[in-house]
Each structure stands twice: as structure tokens, then as C-alpha cells.
């Protein structure tokens, strides 16, 4: 594998189902994020983690709650979502947060969402 | 507030039809200015990083140009492949990305 990878492509859930995404980056890199991404809007920044450690928690909802066991794995759990809840959500993964040159933050395909 | 806006919202060009898609910001501090590729139910693709005005870069039938208030992304003689929605963000003096909605090529053979 190479990349940022994202499991499951799609998943469909009913609003009392608990369920949980799964990012992995083959990248060497010590930041991950979560986006969620709805039809005609900006990407919205969810969770950023930095070697492993939070760092933005972007006023969202608790019945999303990630997970990051080391710089290579992220999650994001899912209980008692919302049918506005659907989306596209996306993983990506940058060196660190300092920004510059090489410091480009690269993307995994998403998971499609629906929350029925 | 940090601010990106990208126009047009849509655009479709006949195959060999140059034409440029804009991406305008207002930013407290420029760190980076980024165009992303994003097919149909694909995560994003990164093209460019482009740091100061006046820089440019290149790839294939594509070229992002910076100025301090606008990056223009010029496609030049496109091909059906280069369908996509094309997405601009730029980085404050943070680590957060401010993303535009994106501009959706549509090229007809």
C-alpha cells in the first residue's frame, strides 16, 4: 500500500449504529486530519493530530470521537449520527504542522457516508 | 477572516480550449497556496504549493500562477481526462488549510 488509505469506501448506517472509519498513511508523516466534505461546501477541518497528540478539535459534535494509536492510524467512531451527518469523509496526512516546503497535506479516496 | 473564493463555479471548454480558473483569498499571512485535483468520489490529488507572488509552476497542460491576492490555474489545450473539480486552499500562518468550493472542469471531446 501506498499513500493514505481509508477503509470502508462506503458505508451506509442507521442512526442508532455505532461504527468506525479507519485511515492509515504509508508515508512516514507525523500529522493526520479528518475532513468532512458535503456537496457545495469547503472542506471543513473535523480532529488534527500531531505525533498522536490532538491538537484542533473544531467544535465538533460528540457523536464523532477519533482515535489516533500512533502516527500512522487514525480513526473516527461514530454512534447516534445525524442524517446531515452525510458526507464524504476524508483523511489526510502532512510531515508535521509546520507548514513550508514538502509540508503539503496528501489525501486518502474518503468514505461516502450515508446516515439513513 | 481568512477567506478563499473560487470562480467559476462550473466551467465546460471544448477539448484544445484553453481557458484559467481563479482562486481569489484573503489571508492574514500566506504560508502556502495549494491546488488540488478531486475526481468524482476520490479524495483530492495535490498539484501545486506556490509560496510567494509572482511564483509559477508547471505540470503537463497545467500552470498555477500567485499573485497577493489571486492564483490563477491556466490549463492549457485540455483533453477530456482533465475533468475534474479543481480545488484551491490556502494556510495561514497555521497549520489549518482554508479550502475554496472548487471549480468543476468538464472537457468535451
Known amino acids: 500500500e501506498t499513500g493514505v488509505t481509508q477503509t470502508p469506501r462506503h458505508l451506509v448506517m442507521g442512526m442508532t449504529n455505532k461504527k468506525s472509519l479507519k485511515c492509515e498513511q504509508h508515508l512516514g508523516h507525523n500529522a493526520m486530519y479528518w475532513y468532512k466534505q458535503s456537496a457545495k461546501k469547503p472542506l471543513e477541518l473535523m480532529f488534527v493530530y500531531n505525533f498522536k497528540e490532538q491538537t484542533e478539535n473544531n467544535s465538533v459534535p460528540s457523536r464523532f470521537s477519533p482515535e489516533c494509536p500512533n502516527s500512522s492510524h487514525l480513526f473516527l467512531h461514530l454512534h447516534t449520527l445525524q442524517p446531515e451527518d452525510s458526507a464524504l469523509y476524508l483523511c489526510?496526512?502532512?510531515?508535521?504542522?509546520?507548514?513550508?516546503?514538502?509540508?503539503?497535506?496528501?489525501f486518502g479516496p474518503g468514505t461516502r457516508l450515508t446516515v439513513l | 477572516e481568512d477567506q478563499v473564493t473560487q470562480s467559476p463555479e462550473a466551467l465546460r471548454l471544448q477539448e484544445g480550449e484553453s481557458s484559467s480558473l481563479n482562486c481569489s483569498y484573503t489571508?492574514?499571512?500566506?504560508?502556502?497556496l495549494f491546488w488540488y485535483r478531486q475526481d468524482p468520489g476520490k479524495g483530492p490529488e495535490f498539484l501545486f504549493t506556490l509560496y510567494s507572488a509572482g511564483e509559477e509552476k508547471e505540470k503537463e497542460r497545467l500552470k498555477a500562477t500567485l499573485t497577493k491576492k489571486e492564483s490563477f490555474l491556466h490549463i492549457t489545450a485540455p483533453k477530456p481526462e482533465d475533468s475534474a473539480t479543481y480545488l484551491c486552499a490556502v494556510q495561514p500562518p497555521a497549520y489549518k488549510y482554508i479550502f475554496g468550493t472548487g471549480t468543476r472542469l468538464k472537457v468535451l471531446a
Open positions: 489526510a496526512s502532512s510531515q508535521d504542522l509546520a507548514g513550508g516546503p514538502h509540508n503539503e497535506q496528501f
Open positions: 489571508v492574514s499571512g500566506l504560508r502556502g
